[in-house]
C-alpha cells in the first residue's frame, strides 16, 4: 500500500514533442505528489508538486494531472527539449513532521534532436 | 529556494576504513533530514530519518551500527559509514524537509567507492 508504481521505465521522445509519465498510489492518506528530476551524478530535483485538491498544476513546460479518484498522477512536459534529457522520479508522502518520501522507481527520458 | 549541501562530493577509501559525509541546509533550519542510498540507474532507497537532537530511524535492513547518523543541529547531519567494505560503494544522497514539512530539498549526493 505504500508503493508508487512509475511507468514508462524509459521513454523517448522527439524535440518539440510531449513526454507523458504516469504514476499511481494505494495509500488514500497520501496528500502532496511532488515530481524530481535528476541528472547523472547529480542529487533530484524538486521540479514541480501537487495536493491533492486541484486537478492540475502548470509550470512554464511543465504541467501534473492528479486524478483522485483513479488514484493516479502524471507529468506532461510540453516543447520536450535535448536539455530535459534526464531521469524522473514521482513520490508520494503524508504531509507529517519527519515522513519520508515514497519514490516510484524512476523513468529515464531521452529527448532526441 | 532552499539549498542543501553535501560535502564530500566525492571519496575512495581503503576497505576497512571509516567514511564521514556531511549534508548540510545553507539557508532553513531543517528538522528532519533524509539518507537515501542510490544504485546505478535504481530509485532512491531511504536508509534512515534524522530528527535534530533525537536517535536516527534506520529502515529495515540498514545497518545502524555500520551507518552512524548523527543530526548535532538543525542544519547539520552526517552519515559515517564504519568498517567501509567495497559493496558500500554507492552514491549517498540527503535530503532535508522545509520549515512547512511538505517539500523535500536533496543534497548534490556523494560518490562513494570503497577499494
Known amino acids: 500500500q505504500q508503493q508508487v508504481k512509475q511507468s514508462p521505465q524509459s521513454l523517448i521522445v522527439q524535440k518539440g514533442g510531449i513526454s507523458i509519465i504516469n504514476c499511481a498510489y494505494e495509500?488514500?492518506?497520501?496528500?502532496?505528489f511532488p515530481w524530481y528530476q535528476q541528472f547523472p551524478g547529480k542529487g533530484p530535483a524538486l521540479l514541480i508538486a501537487?495536493?491533492?485538491?486541484?486537478s492540475e498544476k502548470k509550470e512554464g513546460r511543465f504541467t501534473i494531472s492528479f486524478n483522485k479518484s483513479a488514484k493516479q498522477f502524471s507529468l506532461h512536459i510540453m516543447d520536450s527539449q535535448p536539455g530535459d534529457s534526464a531521469t524522473y522520479f514521482c513520490?508520494?508522502?503524508?504531509?507529517?513532521?519527519?515522513?519520508?518520501?515514497?519514490f516510484g522507481k524512476g523513468t529515464t527520458l531521452s529527448v532526441s534532436s | 529556494g532552499a539549498v542543501v549541501s553535501q560535502h564530500p562530493s566525492r571519496v575512495i577509501c581503503k576497505s576497512g576504513t571509516s567514511v564521514k559525509i556531511e549534508c548540510r541546509s545553507l539557508?532553513?533550519?531543517?528538522?528532519?533530514m533524509f539518507w537515501y542510498r542510490q544504485f546505478p540507474k535504481q530509485s532512491l532507497m531511504l536508509m534512515a530519518t534524522?530528527?535534530?537532537?533525537?536517535?536516527?530511524?534506520?529502515e529495515q535492513g540498514v545497518e545502524k551500527d555500520k551507518f552512524l547518523i548523527n543530526h548535532a543541529s538543525l542544519t547539520l547531519s552526517t552519515l559515517t559509514v564504519t568498517s567501509a567494505h567495497p559493496e558500500d560503494s554507492s552514491f549517498y544522497i540527503c535530503?532535508?524537509?522545509?520549515?512547512?514539512?511538505?517539500?523535500?530539498?536533496f543534497g548534490p549526493g556523494t560518490r562513494l567507492t570503497v577499494t
Open positions: 535530503s532535508a524537509s522545509s520549515p512547512g514539512g511538505y517539500e523535500q530539498y
Open positions: 495509500n488514500t492518506a497520501f496528500d502532496y
Open positions: 501537487i495536493r491533492p485538491d486541484v
Open positions: 513520490a508520494a508522502t503524508v504531509n507529517q513532521a519527519g515522513t519520508a518520501l515514497i
Open positions: 539557508d532553513f533550519q531543517a528538522t528532519t
Open positions: 534524522s530528527n535534530e537532537g533525537s536517535k536516527a530511524t534506520y
